[in-house]
Each structure stands twice: as structure tokens, then as C-alpha cells.
């Protein structure tokens, strides 16, 4: 019967659907997601539009990336050793505070640093979400359903990603400020708050592991170790960090390409869509063999990608380039 129940499982993607608290988990988890990707767009069609510098957008990236190598080793402490509801709920309230702050400094136009002030705060408080809801994850639901819980939540992030941009550039354009995008983000986090108050699991707490430098740094000792885990990972970092094209978006959707806010959307949100549909099509085919060779392949193609983005004058072209990106990539990330 176990065996019958386990089979019934995997043929029914749905079944997941039927578990109370997963079912919270999912919701709150594509009203957040969907909120932050109105933000990414909002925040980097005003700043442009306020200092009319490239700068200034790799700023915002810089803003974020500070908080997360600065935080992410005590992010898993925090996850390994706390509650990971109450960890959870704290930082996604602080995040729906920065955004208030963000909707604040908007319509008071307030000077741009204060942005980056709120975008640091925002980032150091997603730091601690992402390890700690990861580990929360397999605690809502059954061992022998959990790969459906984690295509679900995957594909939530997907979608979240596509229409997420579009309908913060268009809100823009209606509304002409993006203070409308962040004080819907704000909402939409607080209601992630209250879905995930809903969640009932009782997390059982292990002997807690005191915070020194030799449990902070396992995990390098980890990467280090292995060549190929070391090598995966920097050729994946210097491809996103010196080809990433997205930041430099607002100045191709307002100043290259003509497009306007609603063209920024459209533009940020055609890299999910590219990840999207390869995702589908590498759910329906064997898996990947000779896997360093098709890796060495992805990054190349994501490379030759961005630089025909860089040169193209038109907007369809310019999306299908940006969609070839966030193909390429998910082969990468598949493999990775």
C-alpha cells in the first residue's frame, strides 16, 4: 500500500496542492516574489530618470551584493539554530518597512541615497529569507511528496518573474512614480506575513551550534576541496558578473531602444521567460550528458547573447537576445 500511495504521488502533481500548509507557503511566497520584481524595475527607472547615470544603477547591484557576502554565512547559522517561522515573518516585515521607506524617499524625493539606504536594508533582510525558507521548505511537506513542493515552488517563482516586471513598468507609466510599485510591494509583504502566520509546524529545535569562524567558513572548506564544485562556481560568477546586462536596462529602455517604462517591464521580464520555457523543454528531455561540455557551451552562448544586446538598436531583437540569455543561463543553472 506504501508503495501504491508513493506511485499515486508521483503521477498526481496536485496532490501537493492539498497540503494546508504548503498550499500558505506557495501563495505567500508568489505575492512576495511578484512584489520584488515590480521593485527591481521600479527602482531602476527612477533612479535613471533622477540622475540620468549609469553609475548610479550599478550602485543599486552594489547595494545589494554588499549585504549578501557580508551576511549570507550567518544567514545558515541563523537557519540551522532558530526558529525558522519567527526568523522568516521578522525579516519579511523588515522588508515591507523598507519599501515604505523606499515609497517615502519617492514622493518626498528625498536624495537618492536614502534608496540605497533602504534597497541595503531590504537586501540584508532577503539574505536571511533565502537560506532559512529553503530549509523551512522541507518541513511543510512529506519526504515522498517533497519534489513536486519544490517544482511548485519554483515554477511560482518563475511566473512571478515574468509578469512581475511588466506589471511594475506598466504601473509606472499609469501612475508616473514608482511610489505606487513600492507601497504595493510593502502590501504584498505584509501579506506574505499574515499567509505565513497561517503555516502550523512545530519546529523542533537540535543542540544549537555555537557561532565561531570554524562553522562559518565549512562551507568554503567545503567548495575548496572539490576542484569541480570551485571551478562550476567562479566560471558561473565572472559570466553574470561581468556580462549581466540587467542592471543597465532602464538606460537601453529610455534612451536606446525608445521604449519607456512599460518597455523596461517587458525587457527585464524576457530572461525569466527564456529560463521558463527551457525549463519546460529540459523537464521533457533525457538528461544532460557530457555536462562540462554543455556548460562550457551555455556560458558561451549567454555570452555571445549579451554582447549582440549590446549593439542592437531594436526592441524585438533586443528582447529575443535578453530571451536567449535566460535560456542559456537555465542550462547552466540545471547543470550547476
Not at 73 to 79: D, E, M, N, R, S
Not at 146 to 161: E, I, K, M, Q, Y
Not at 227 to 247: E, K, N, Y
Not at 309 to 318: A, D, E, I, K, P
Request: hydrophobic fraction near 55%.
Amino acid at each position: 500500500m506504501s508503495n501504491r500511495t508513493a506511485v499515486s504521488a508521483e503521477q498526481n502533481p496536485y496532490e501537493v496542492l492539498q497540503n494546508r500548509n504548503f498550499l500558505f507557503f506557495l501563495a505567500g511566497r508568489f505575492i512576495a516574489s511578484f512584489g520584488q520584481q515590480m521593485v527591481s524595475v521600479a527602482v531602476g527607472w527612477e533612479l535613471y530618470e533622477r540622475t540620468h547615470s549609469a553609475l548610479a544603477l550599478g550602485f543599486v547591484g552594489l547595494t545589494q551584493m554588499i549585504p549578501m557576502f557580508a551576511f549570507t554565512l550567518p544567514a545558515g547559522h541563523v537557519a540551522d539554530n532558530h526558529d525558522r517561522k519567527k526568523v522568516i515573518l521578522l525579516m519579511i516585515a523588515i522588508m515591507a518597512a523598507a519599501s515604505f521607506g523606499l515609497a517615502l524617499s519617492s514622493w518626498h524625493q528625498s536624495p537618492v541615497g536614502w534608496m540605497y539606504f533602504w534597497l541595503f536594508v531590504s537586501g540584508a533582510a532577503r539574505t536571511f529569507v533565502w537560506p532559512t525558507s529553503a530549509a523551512w521548505l522541507p518541513q511543510l511537506v512529506p519526504r515522498r511528496i517533497f519534489s513536486r513542493a519544490v517544482t511548485w515552488n519554483t515554477s511560482a517563482f518563475h511566473l512571478s518573474s515574468v509578469i512581475g516586471p511588466a506589471a511594475g513598468g506598466g504601473l509606472i507609466a499609469l501612475a508616473n512614480s514608482a511610489g505606487i510599485v513600492y507601497l504595493l510591494n510593502a502590501i504584498a509583504s505584509l501579506v506574505c506575513v499574515a499567509l505565513f502566520a497561517f503555516i502550523r509546524v512545530q519546529y523542533k529545535t537540535g543542540p544549537r551550534e555555537p557561532l565561531s569562524l570554524q562553522s562559518l567558513s565549512a562551507g568554503f572548506k567545503f567548495v575548496f576541496a572539490n576542484p569541480v564544485i570551485l571551478g562550476i562556481i567562479t566560471l558561473d560568477m565572472f559570466a553574470v558578473l561581468l556580462g549581466g546586462a540587467v542592471s543597465l536596462l532602464p538606460i537601453y529602455a529610455k534612451d536606446i531602444l525608445h521604449e519607456g517604462p512599460s518597455g523596461l517591464g517587458i525587457l527585464q521580464a524576457a530572461l525569466p521567460v527564456g529560463s521558463l520555457v527551457c525549463a519546460m523543454i529540459m523537464a521533457h528531455i533525457p538528461p544532460v550528458k557530457k555536462a562540462g561540455r554543455t556548460l562550457l557551451y551555455s556560458v558561451a552562448g549567454f555570452g555571445v547573447a549579451t554582447i549582440l544586446f549590446g549593439v542592437s538598436r531594436n526592441f524585438l531583437f533586443s528582447f529575443l537576445m535578453l530571451f536567449a540569455c535566460g535560456m542559456t543561463d537555465n542550462v547552466s543553472v540545471v547543470i550547476r
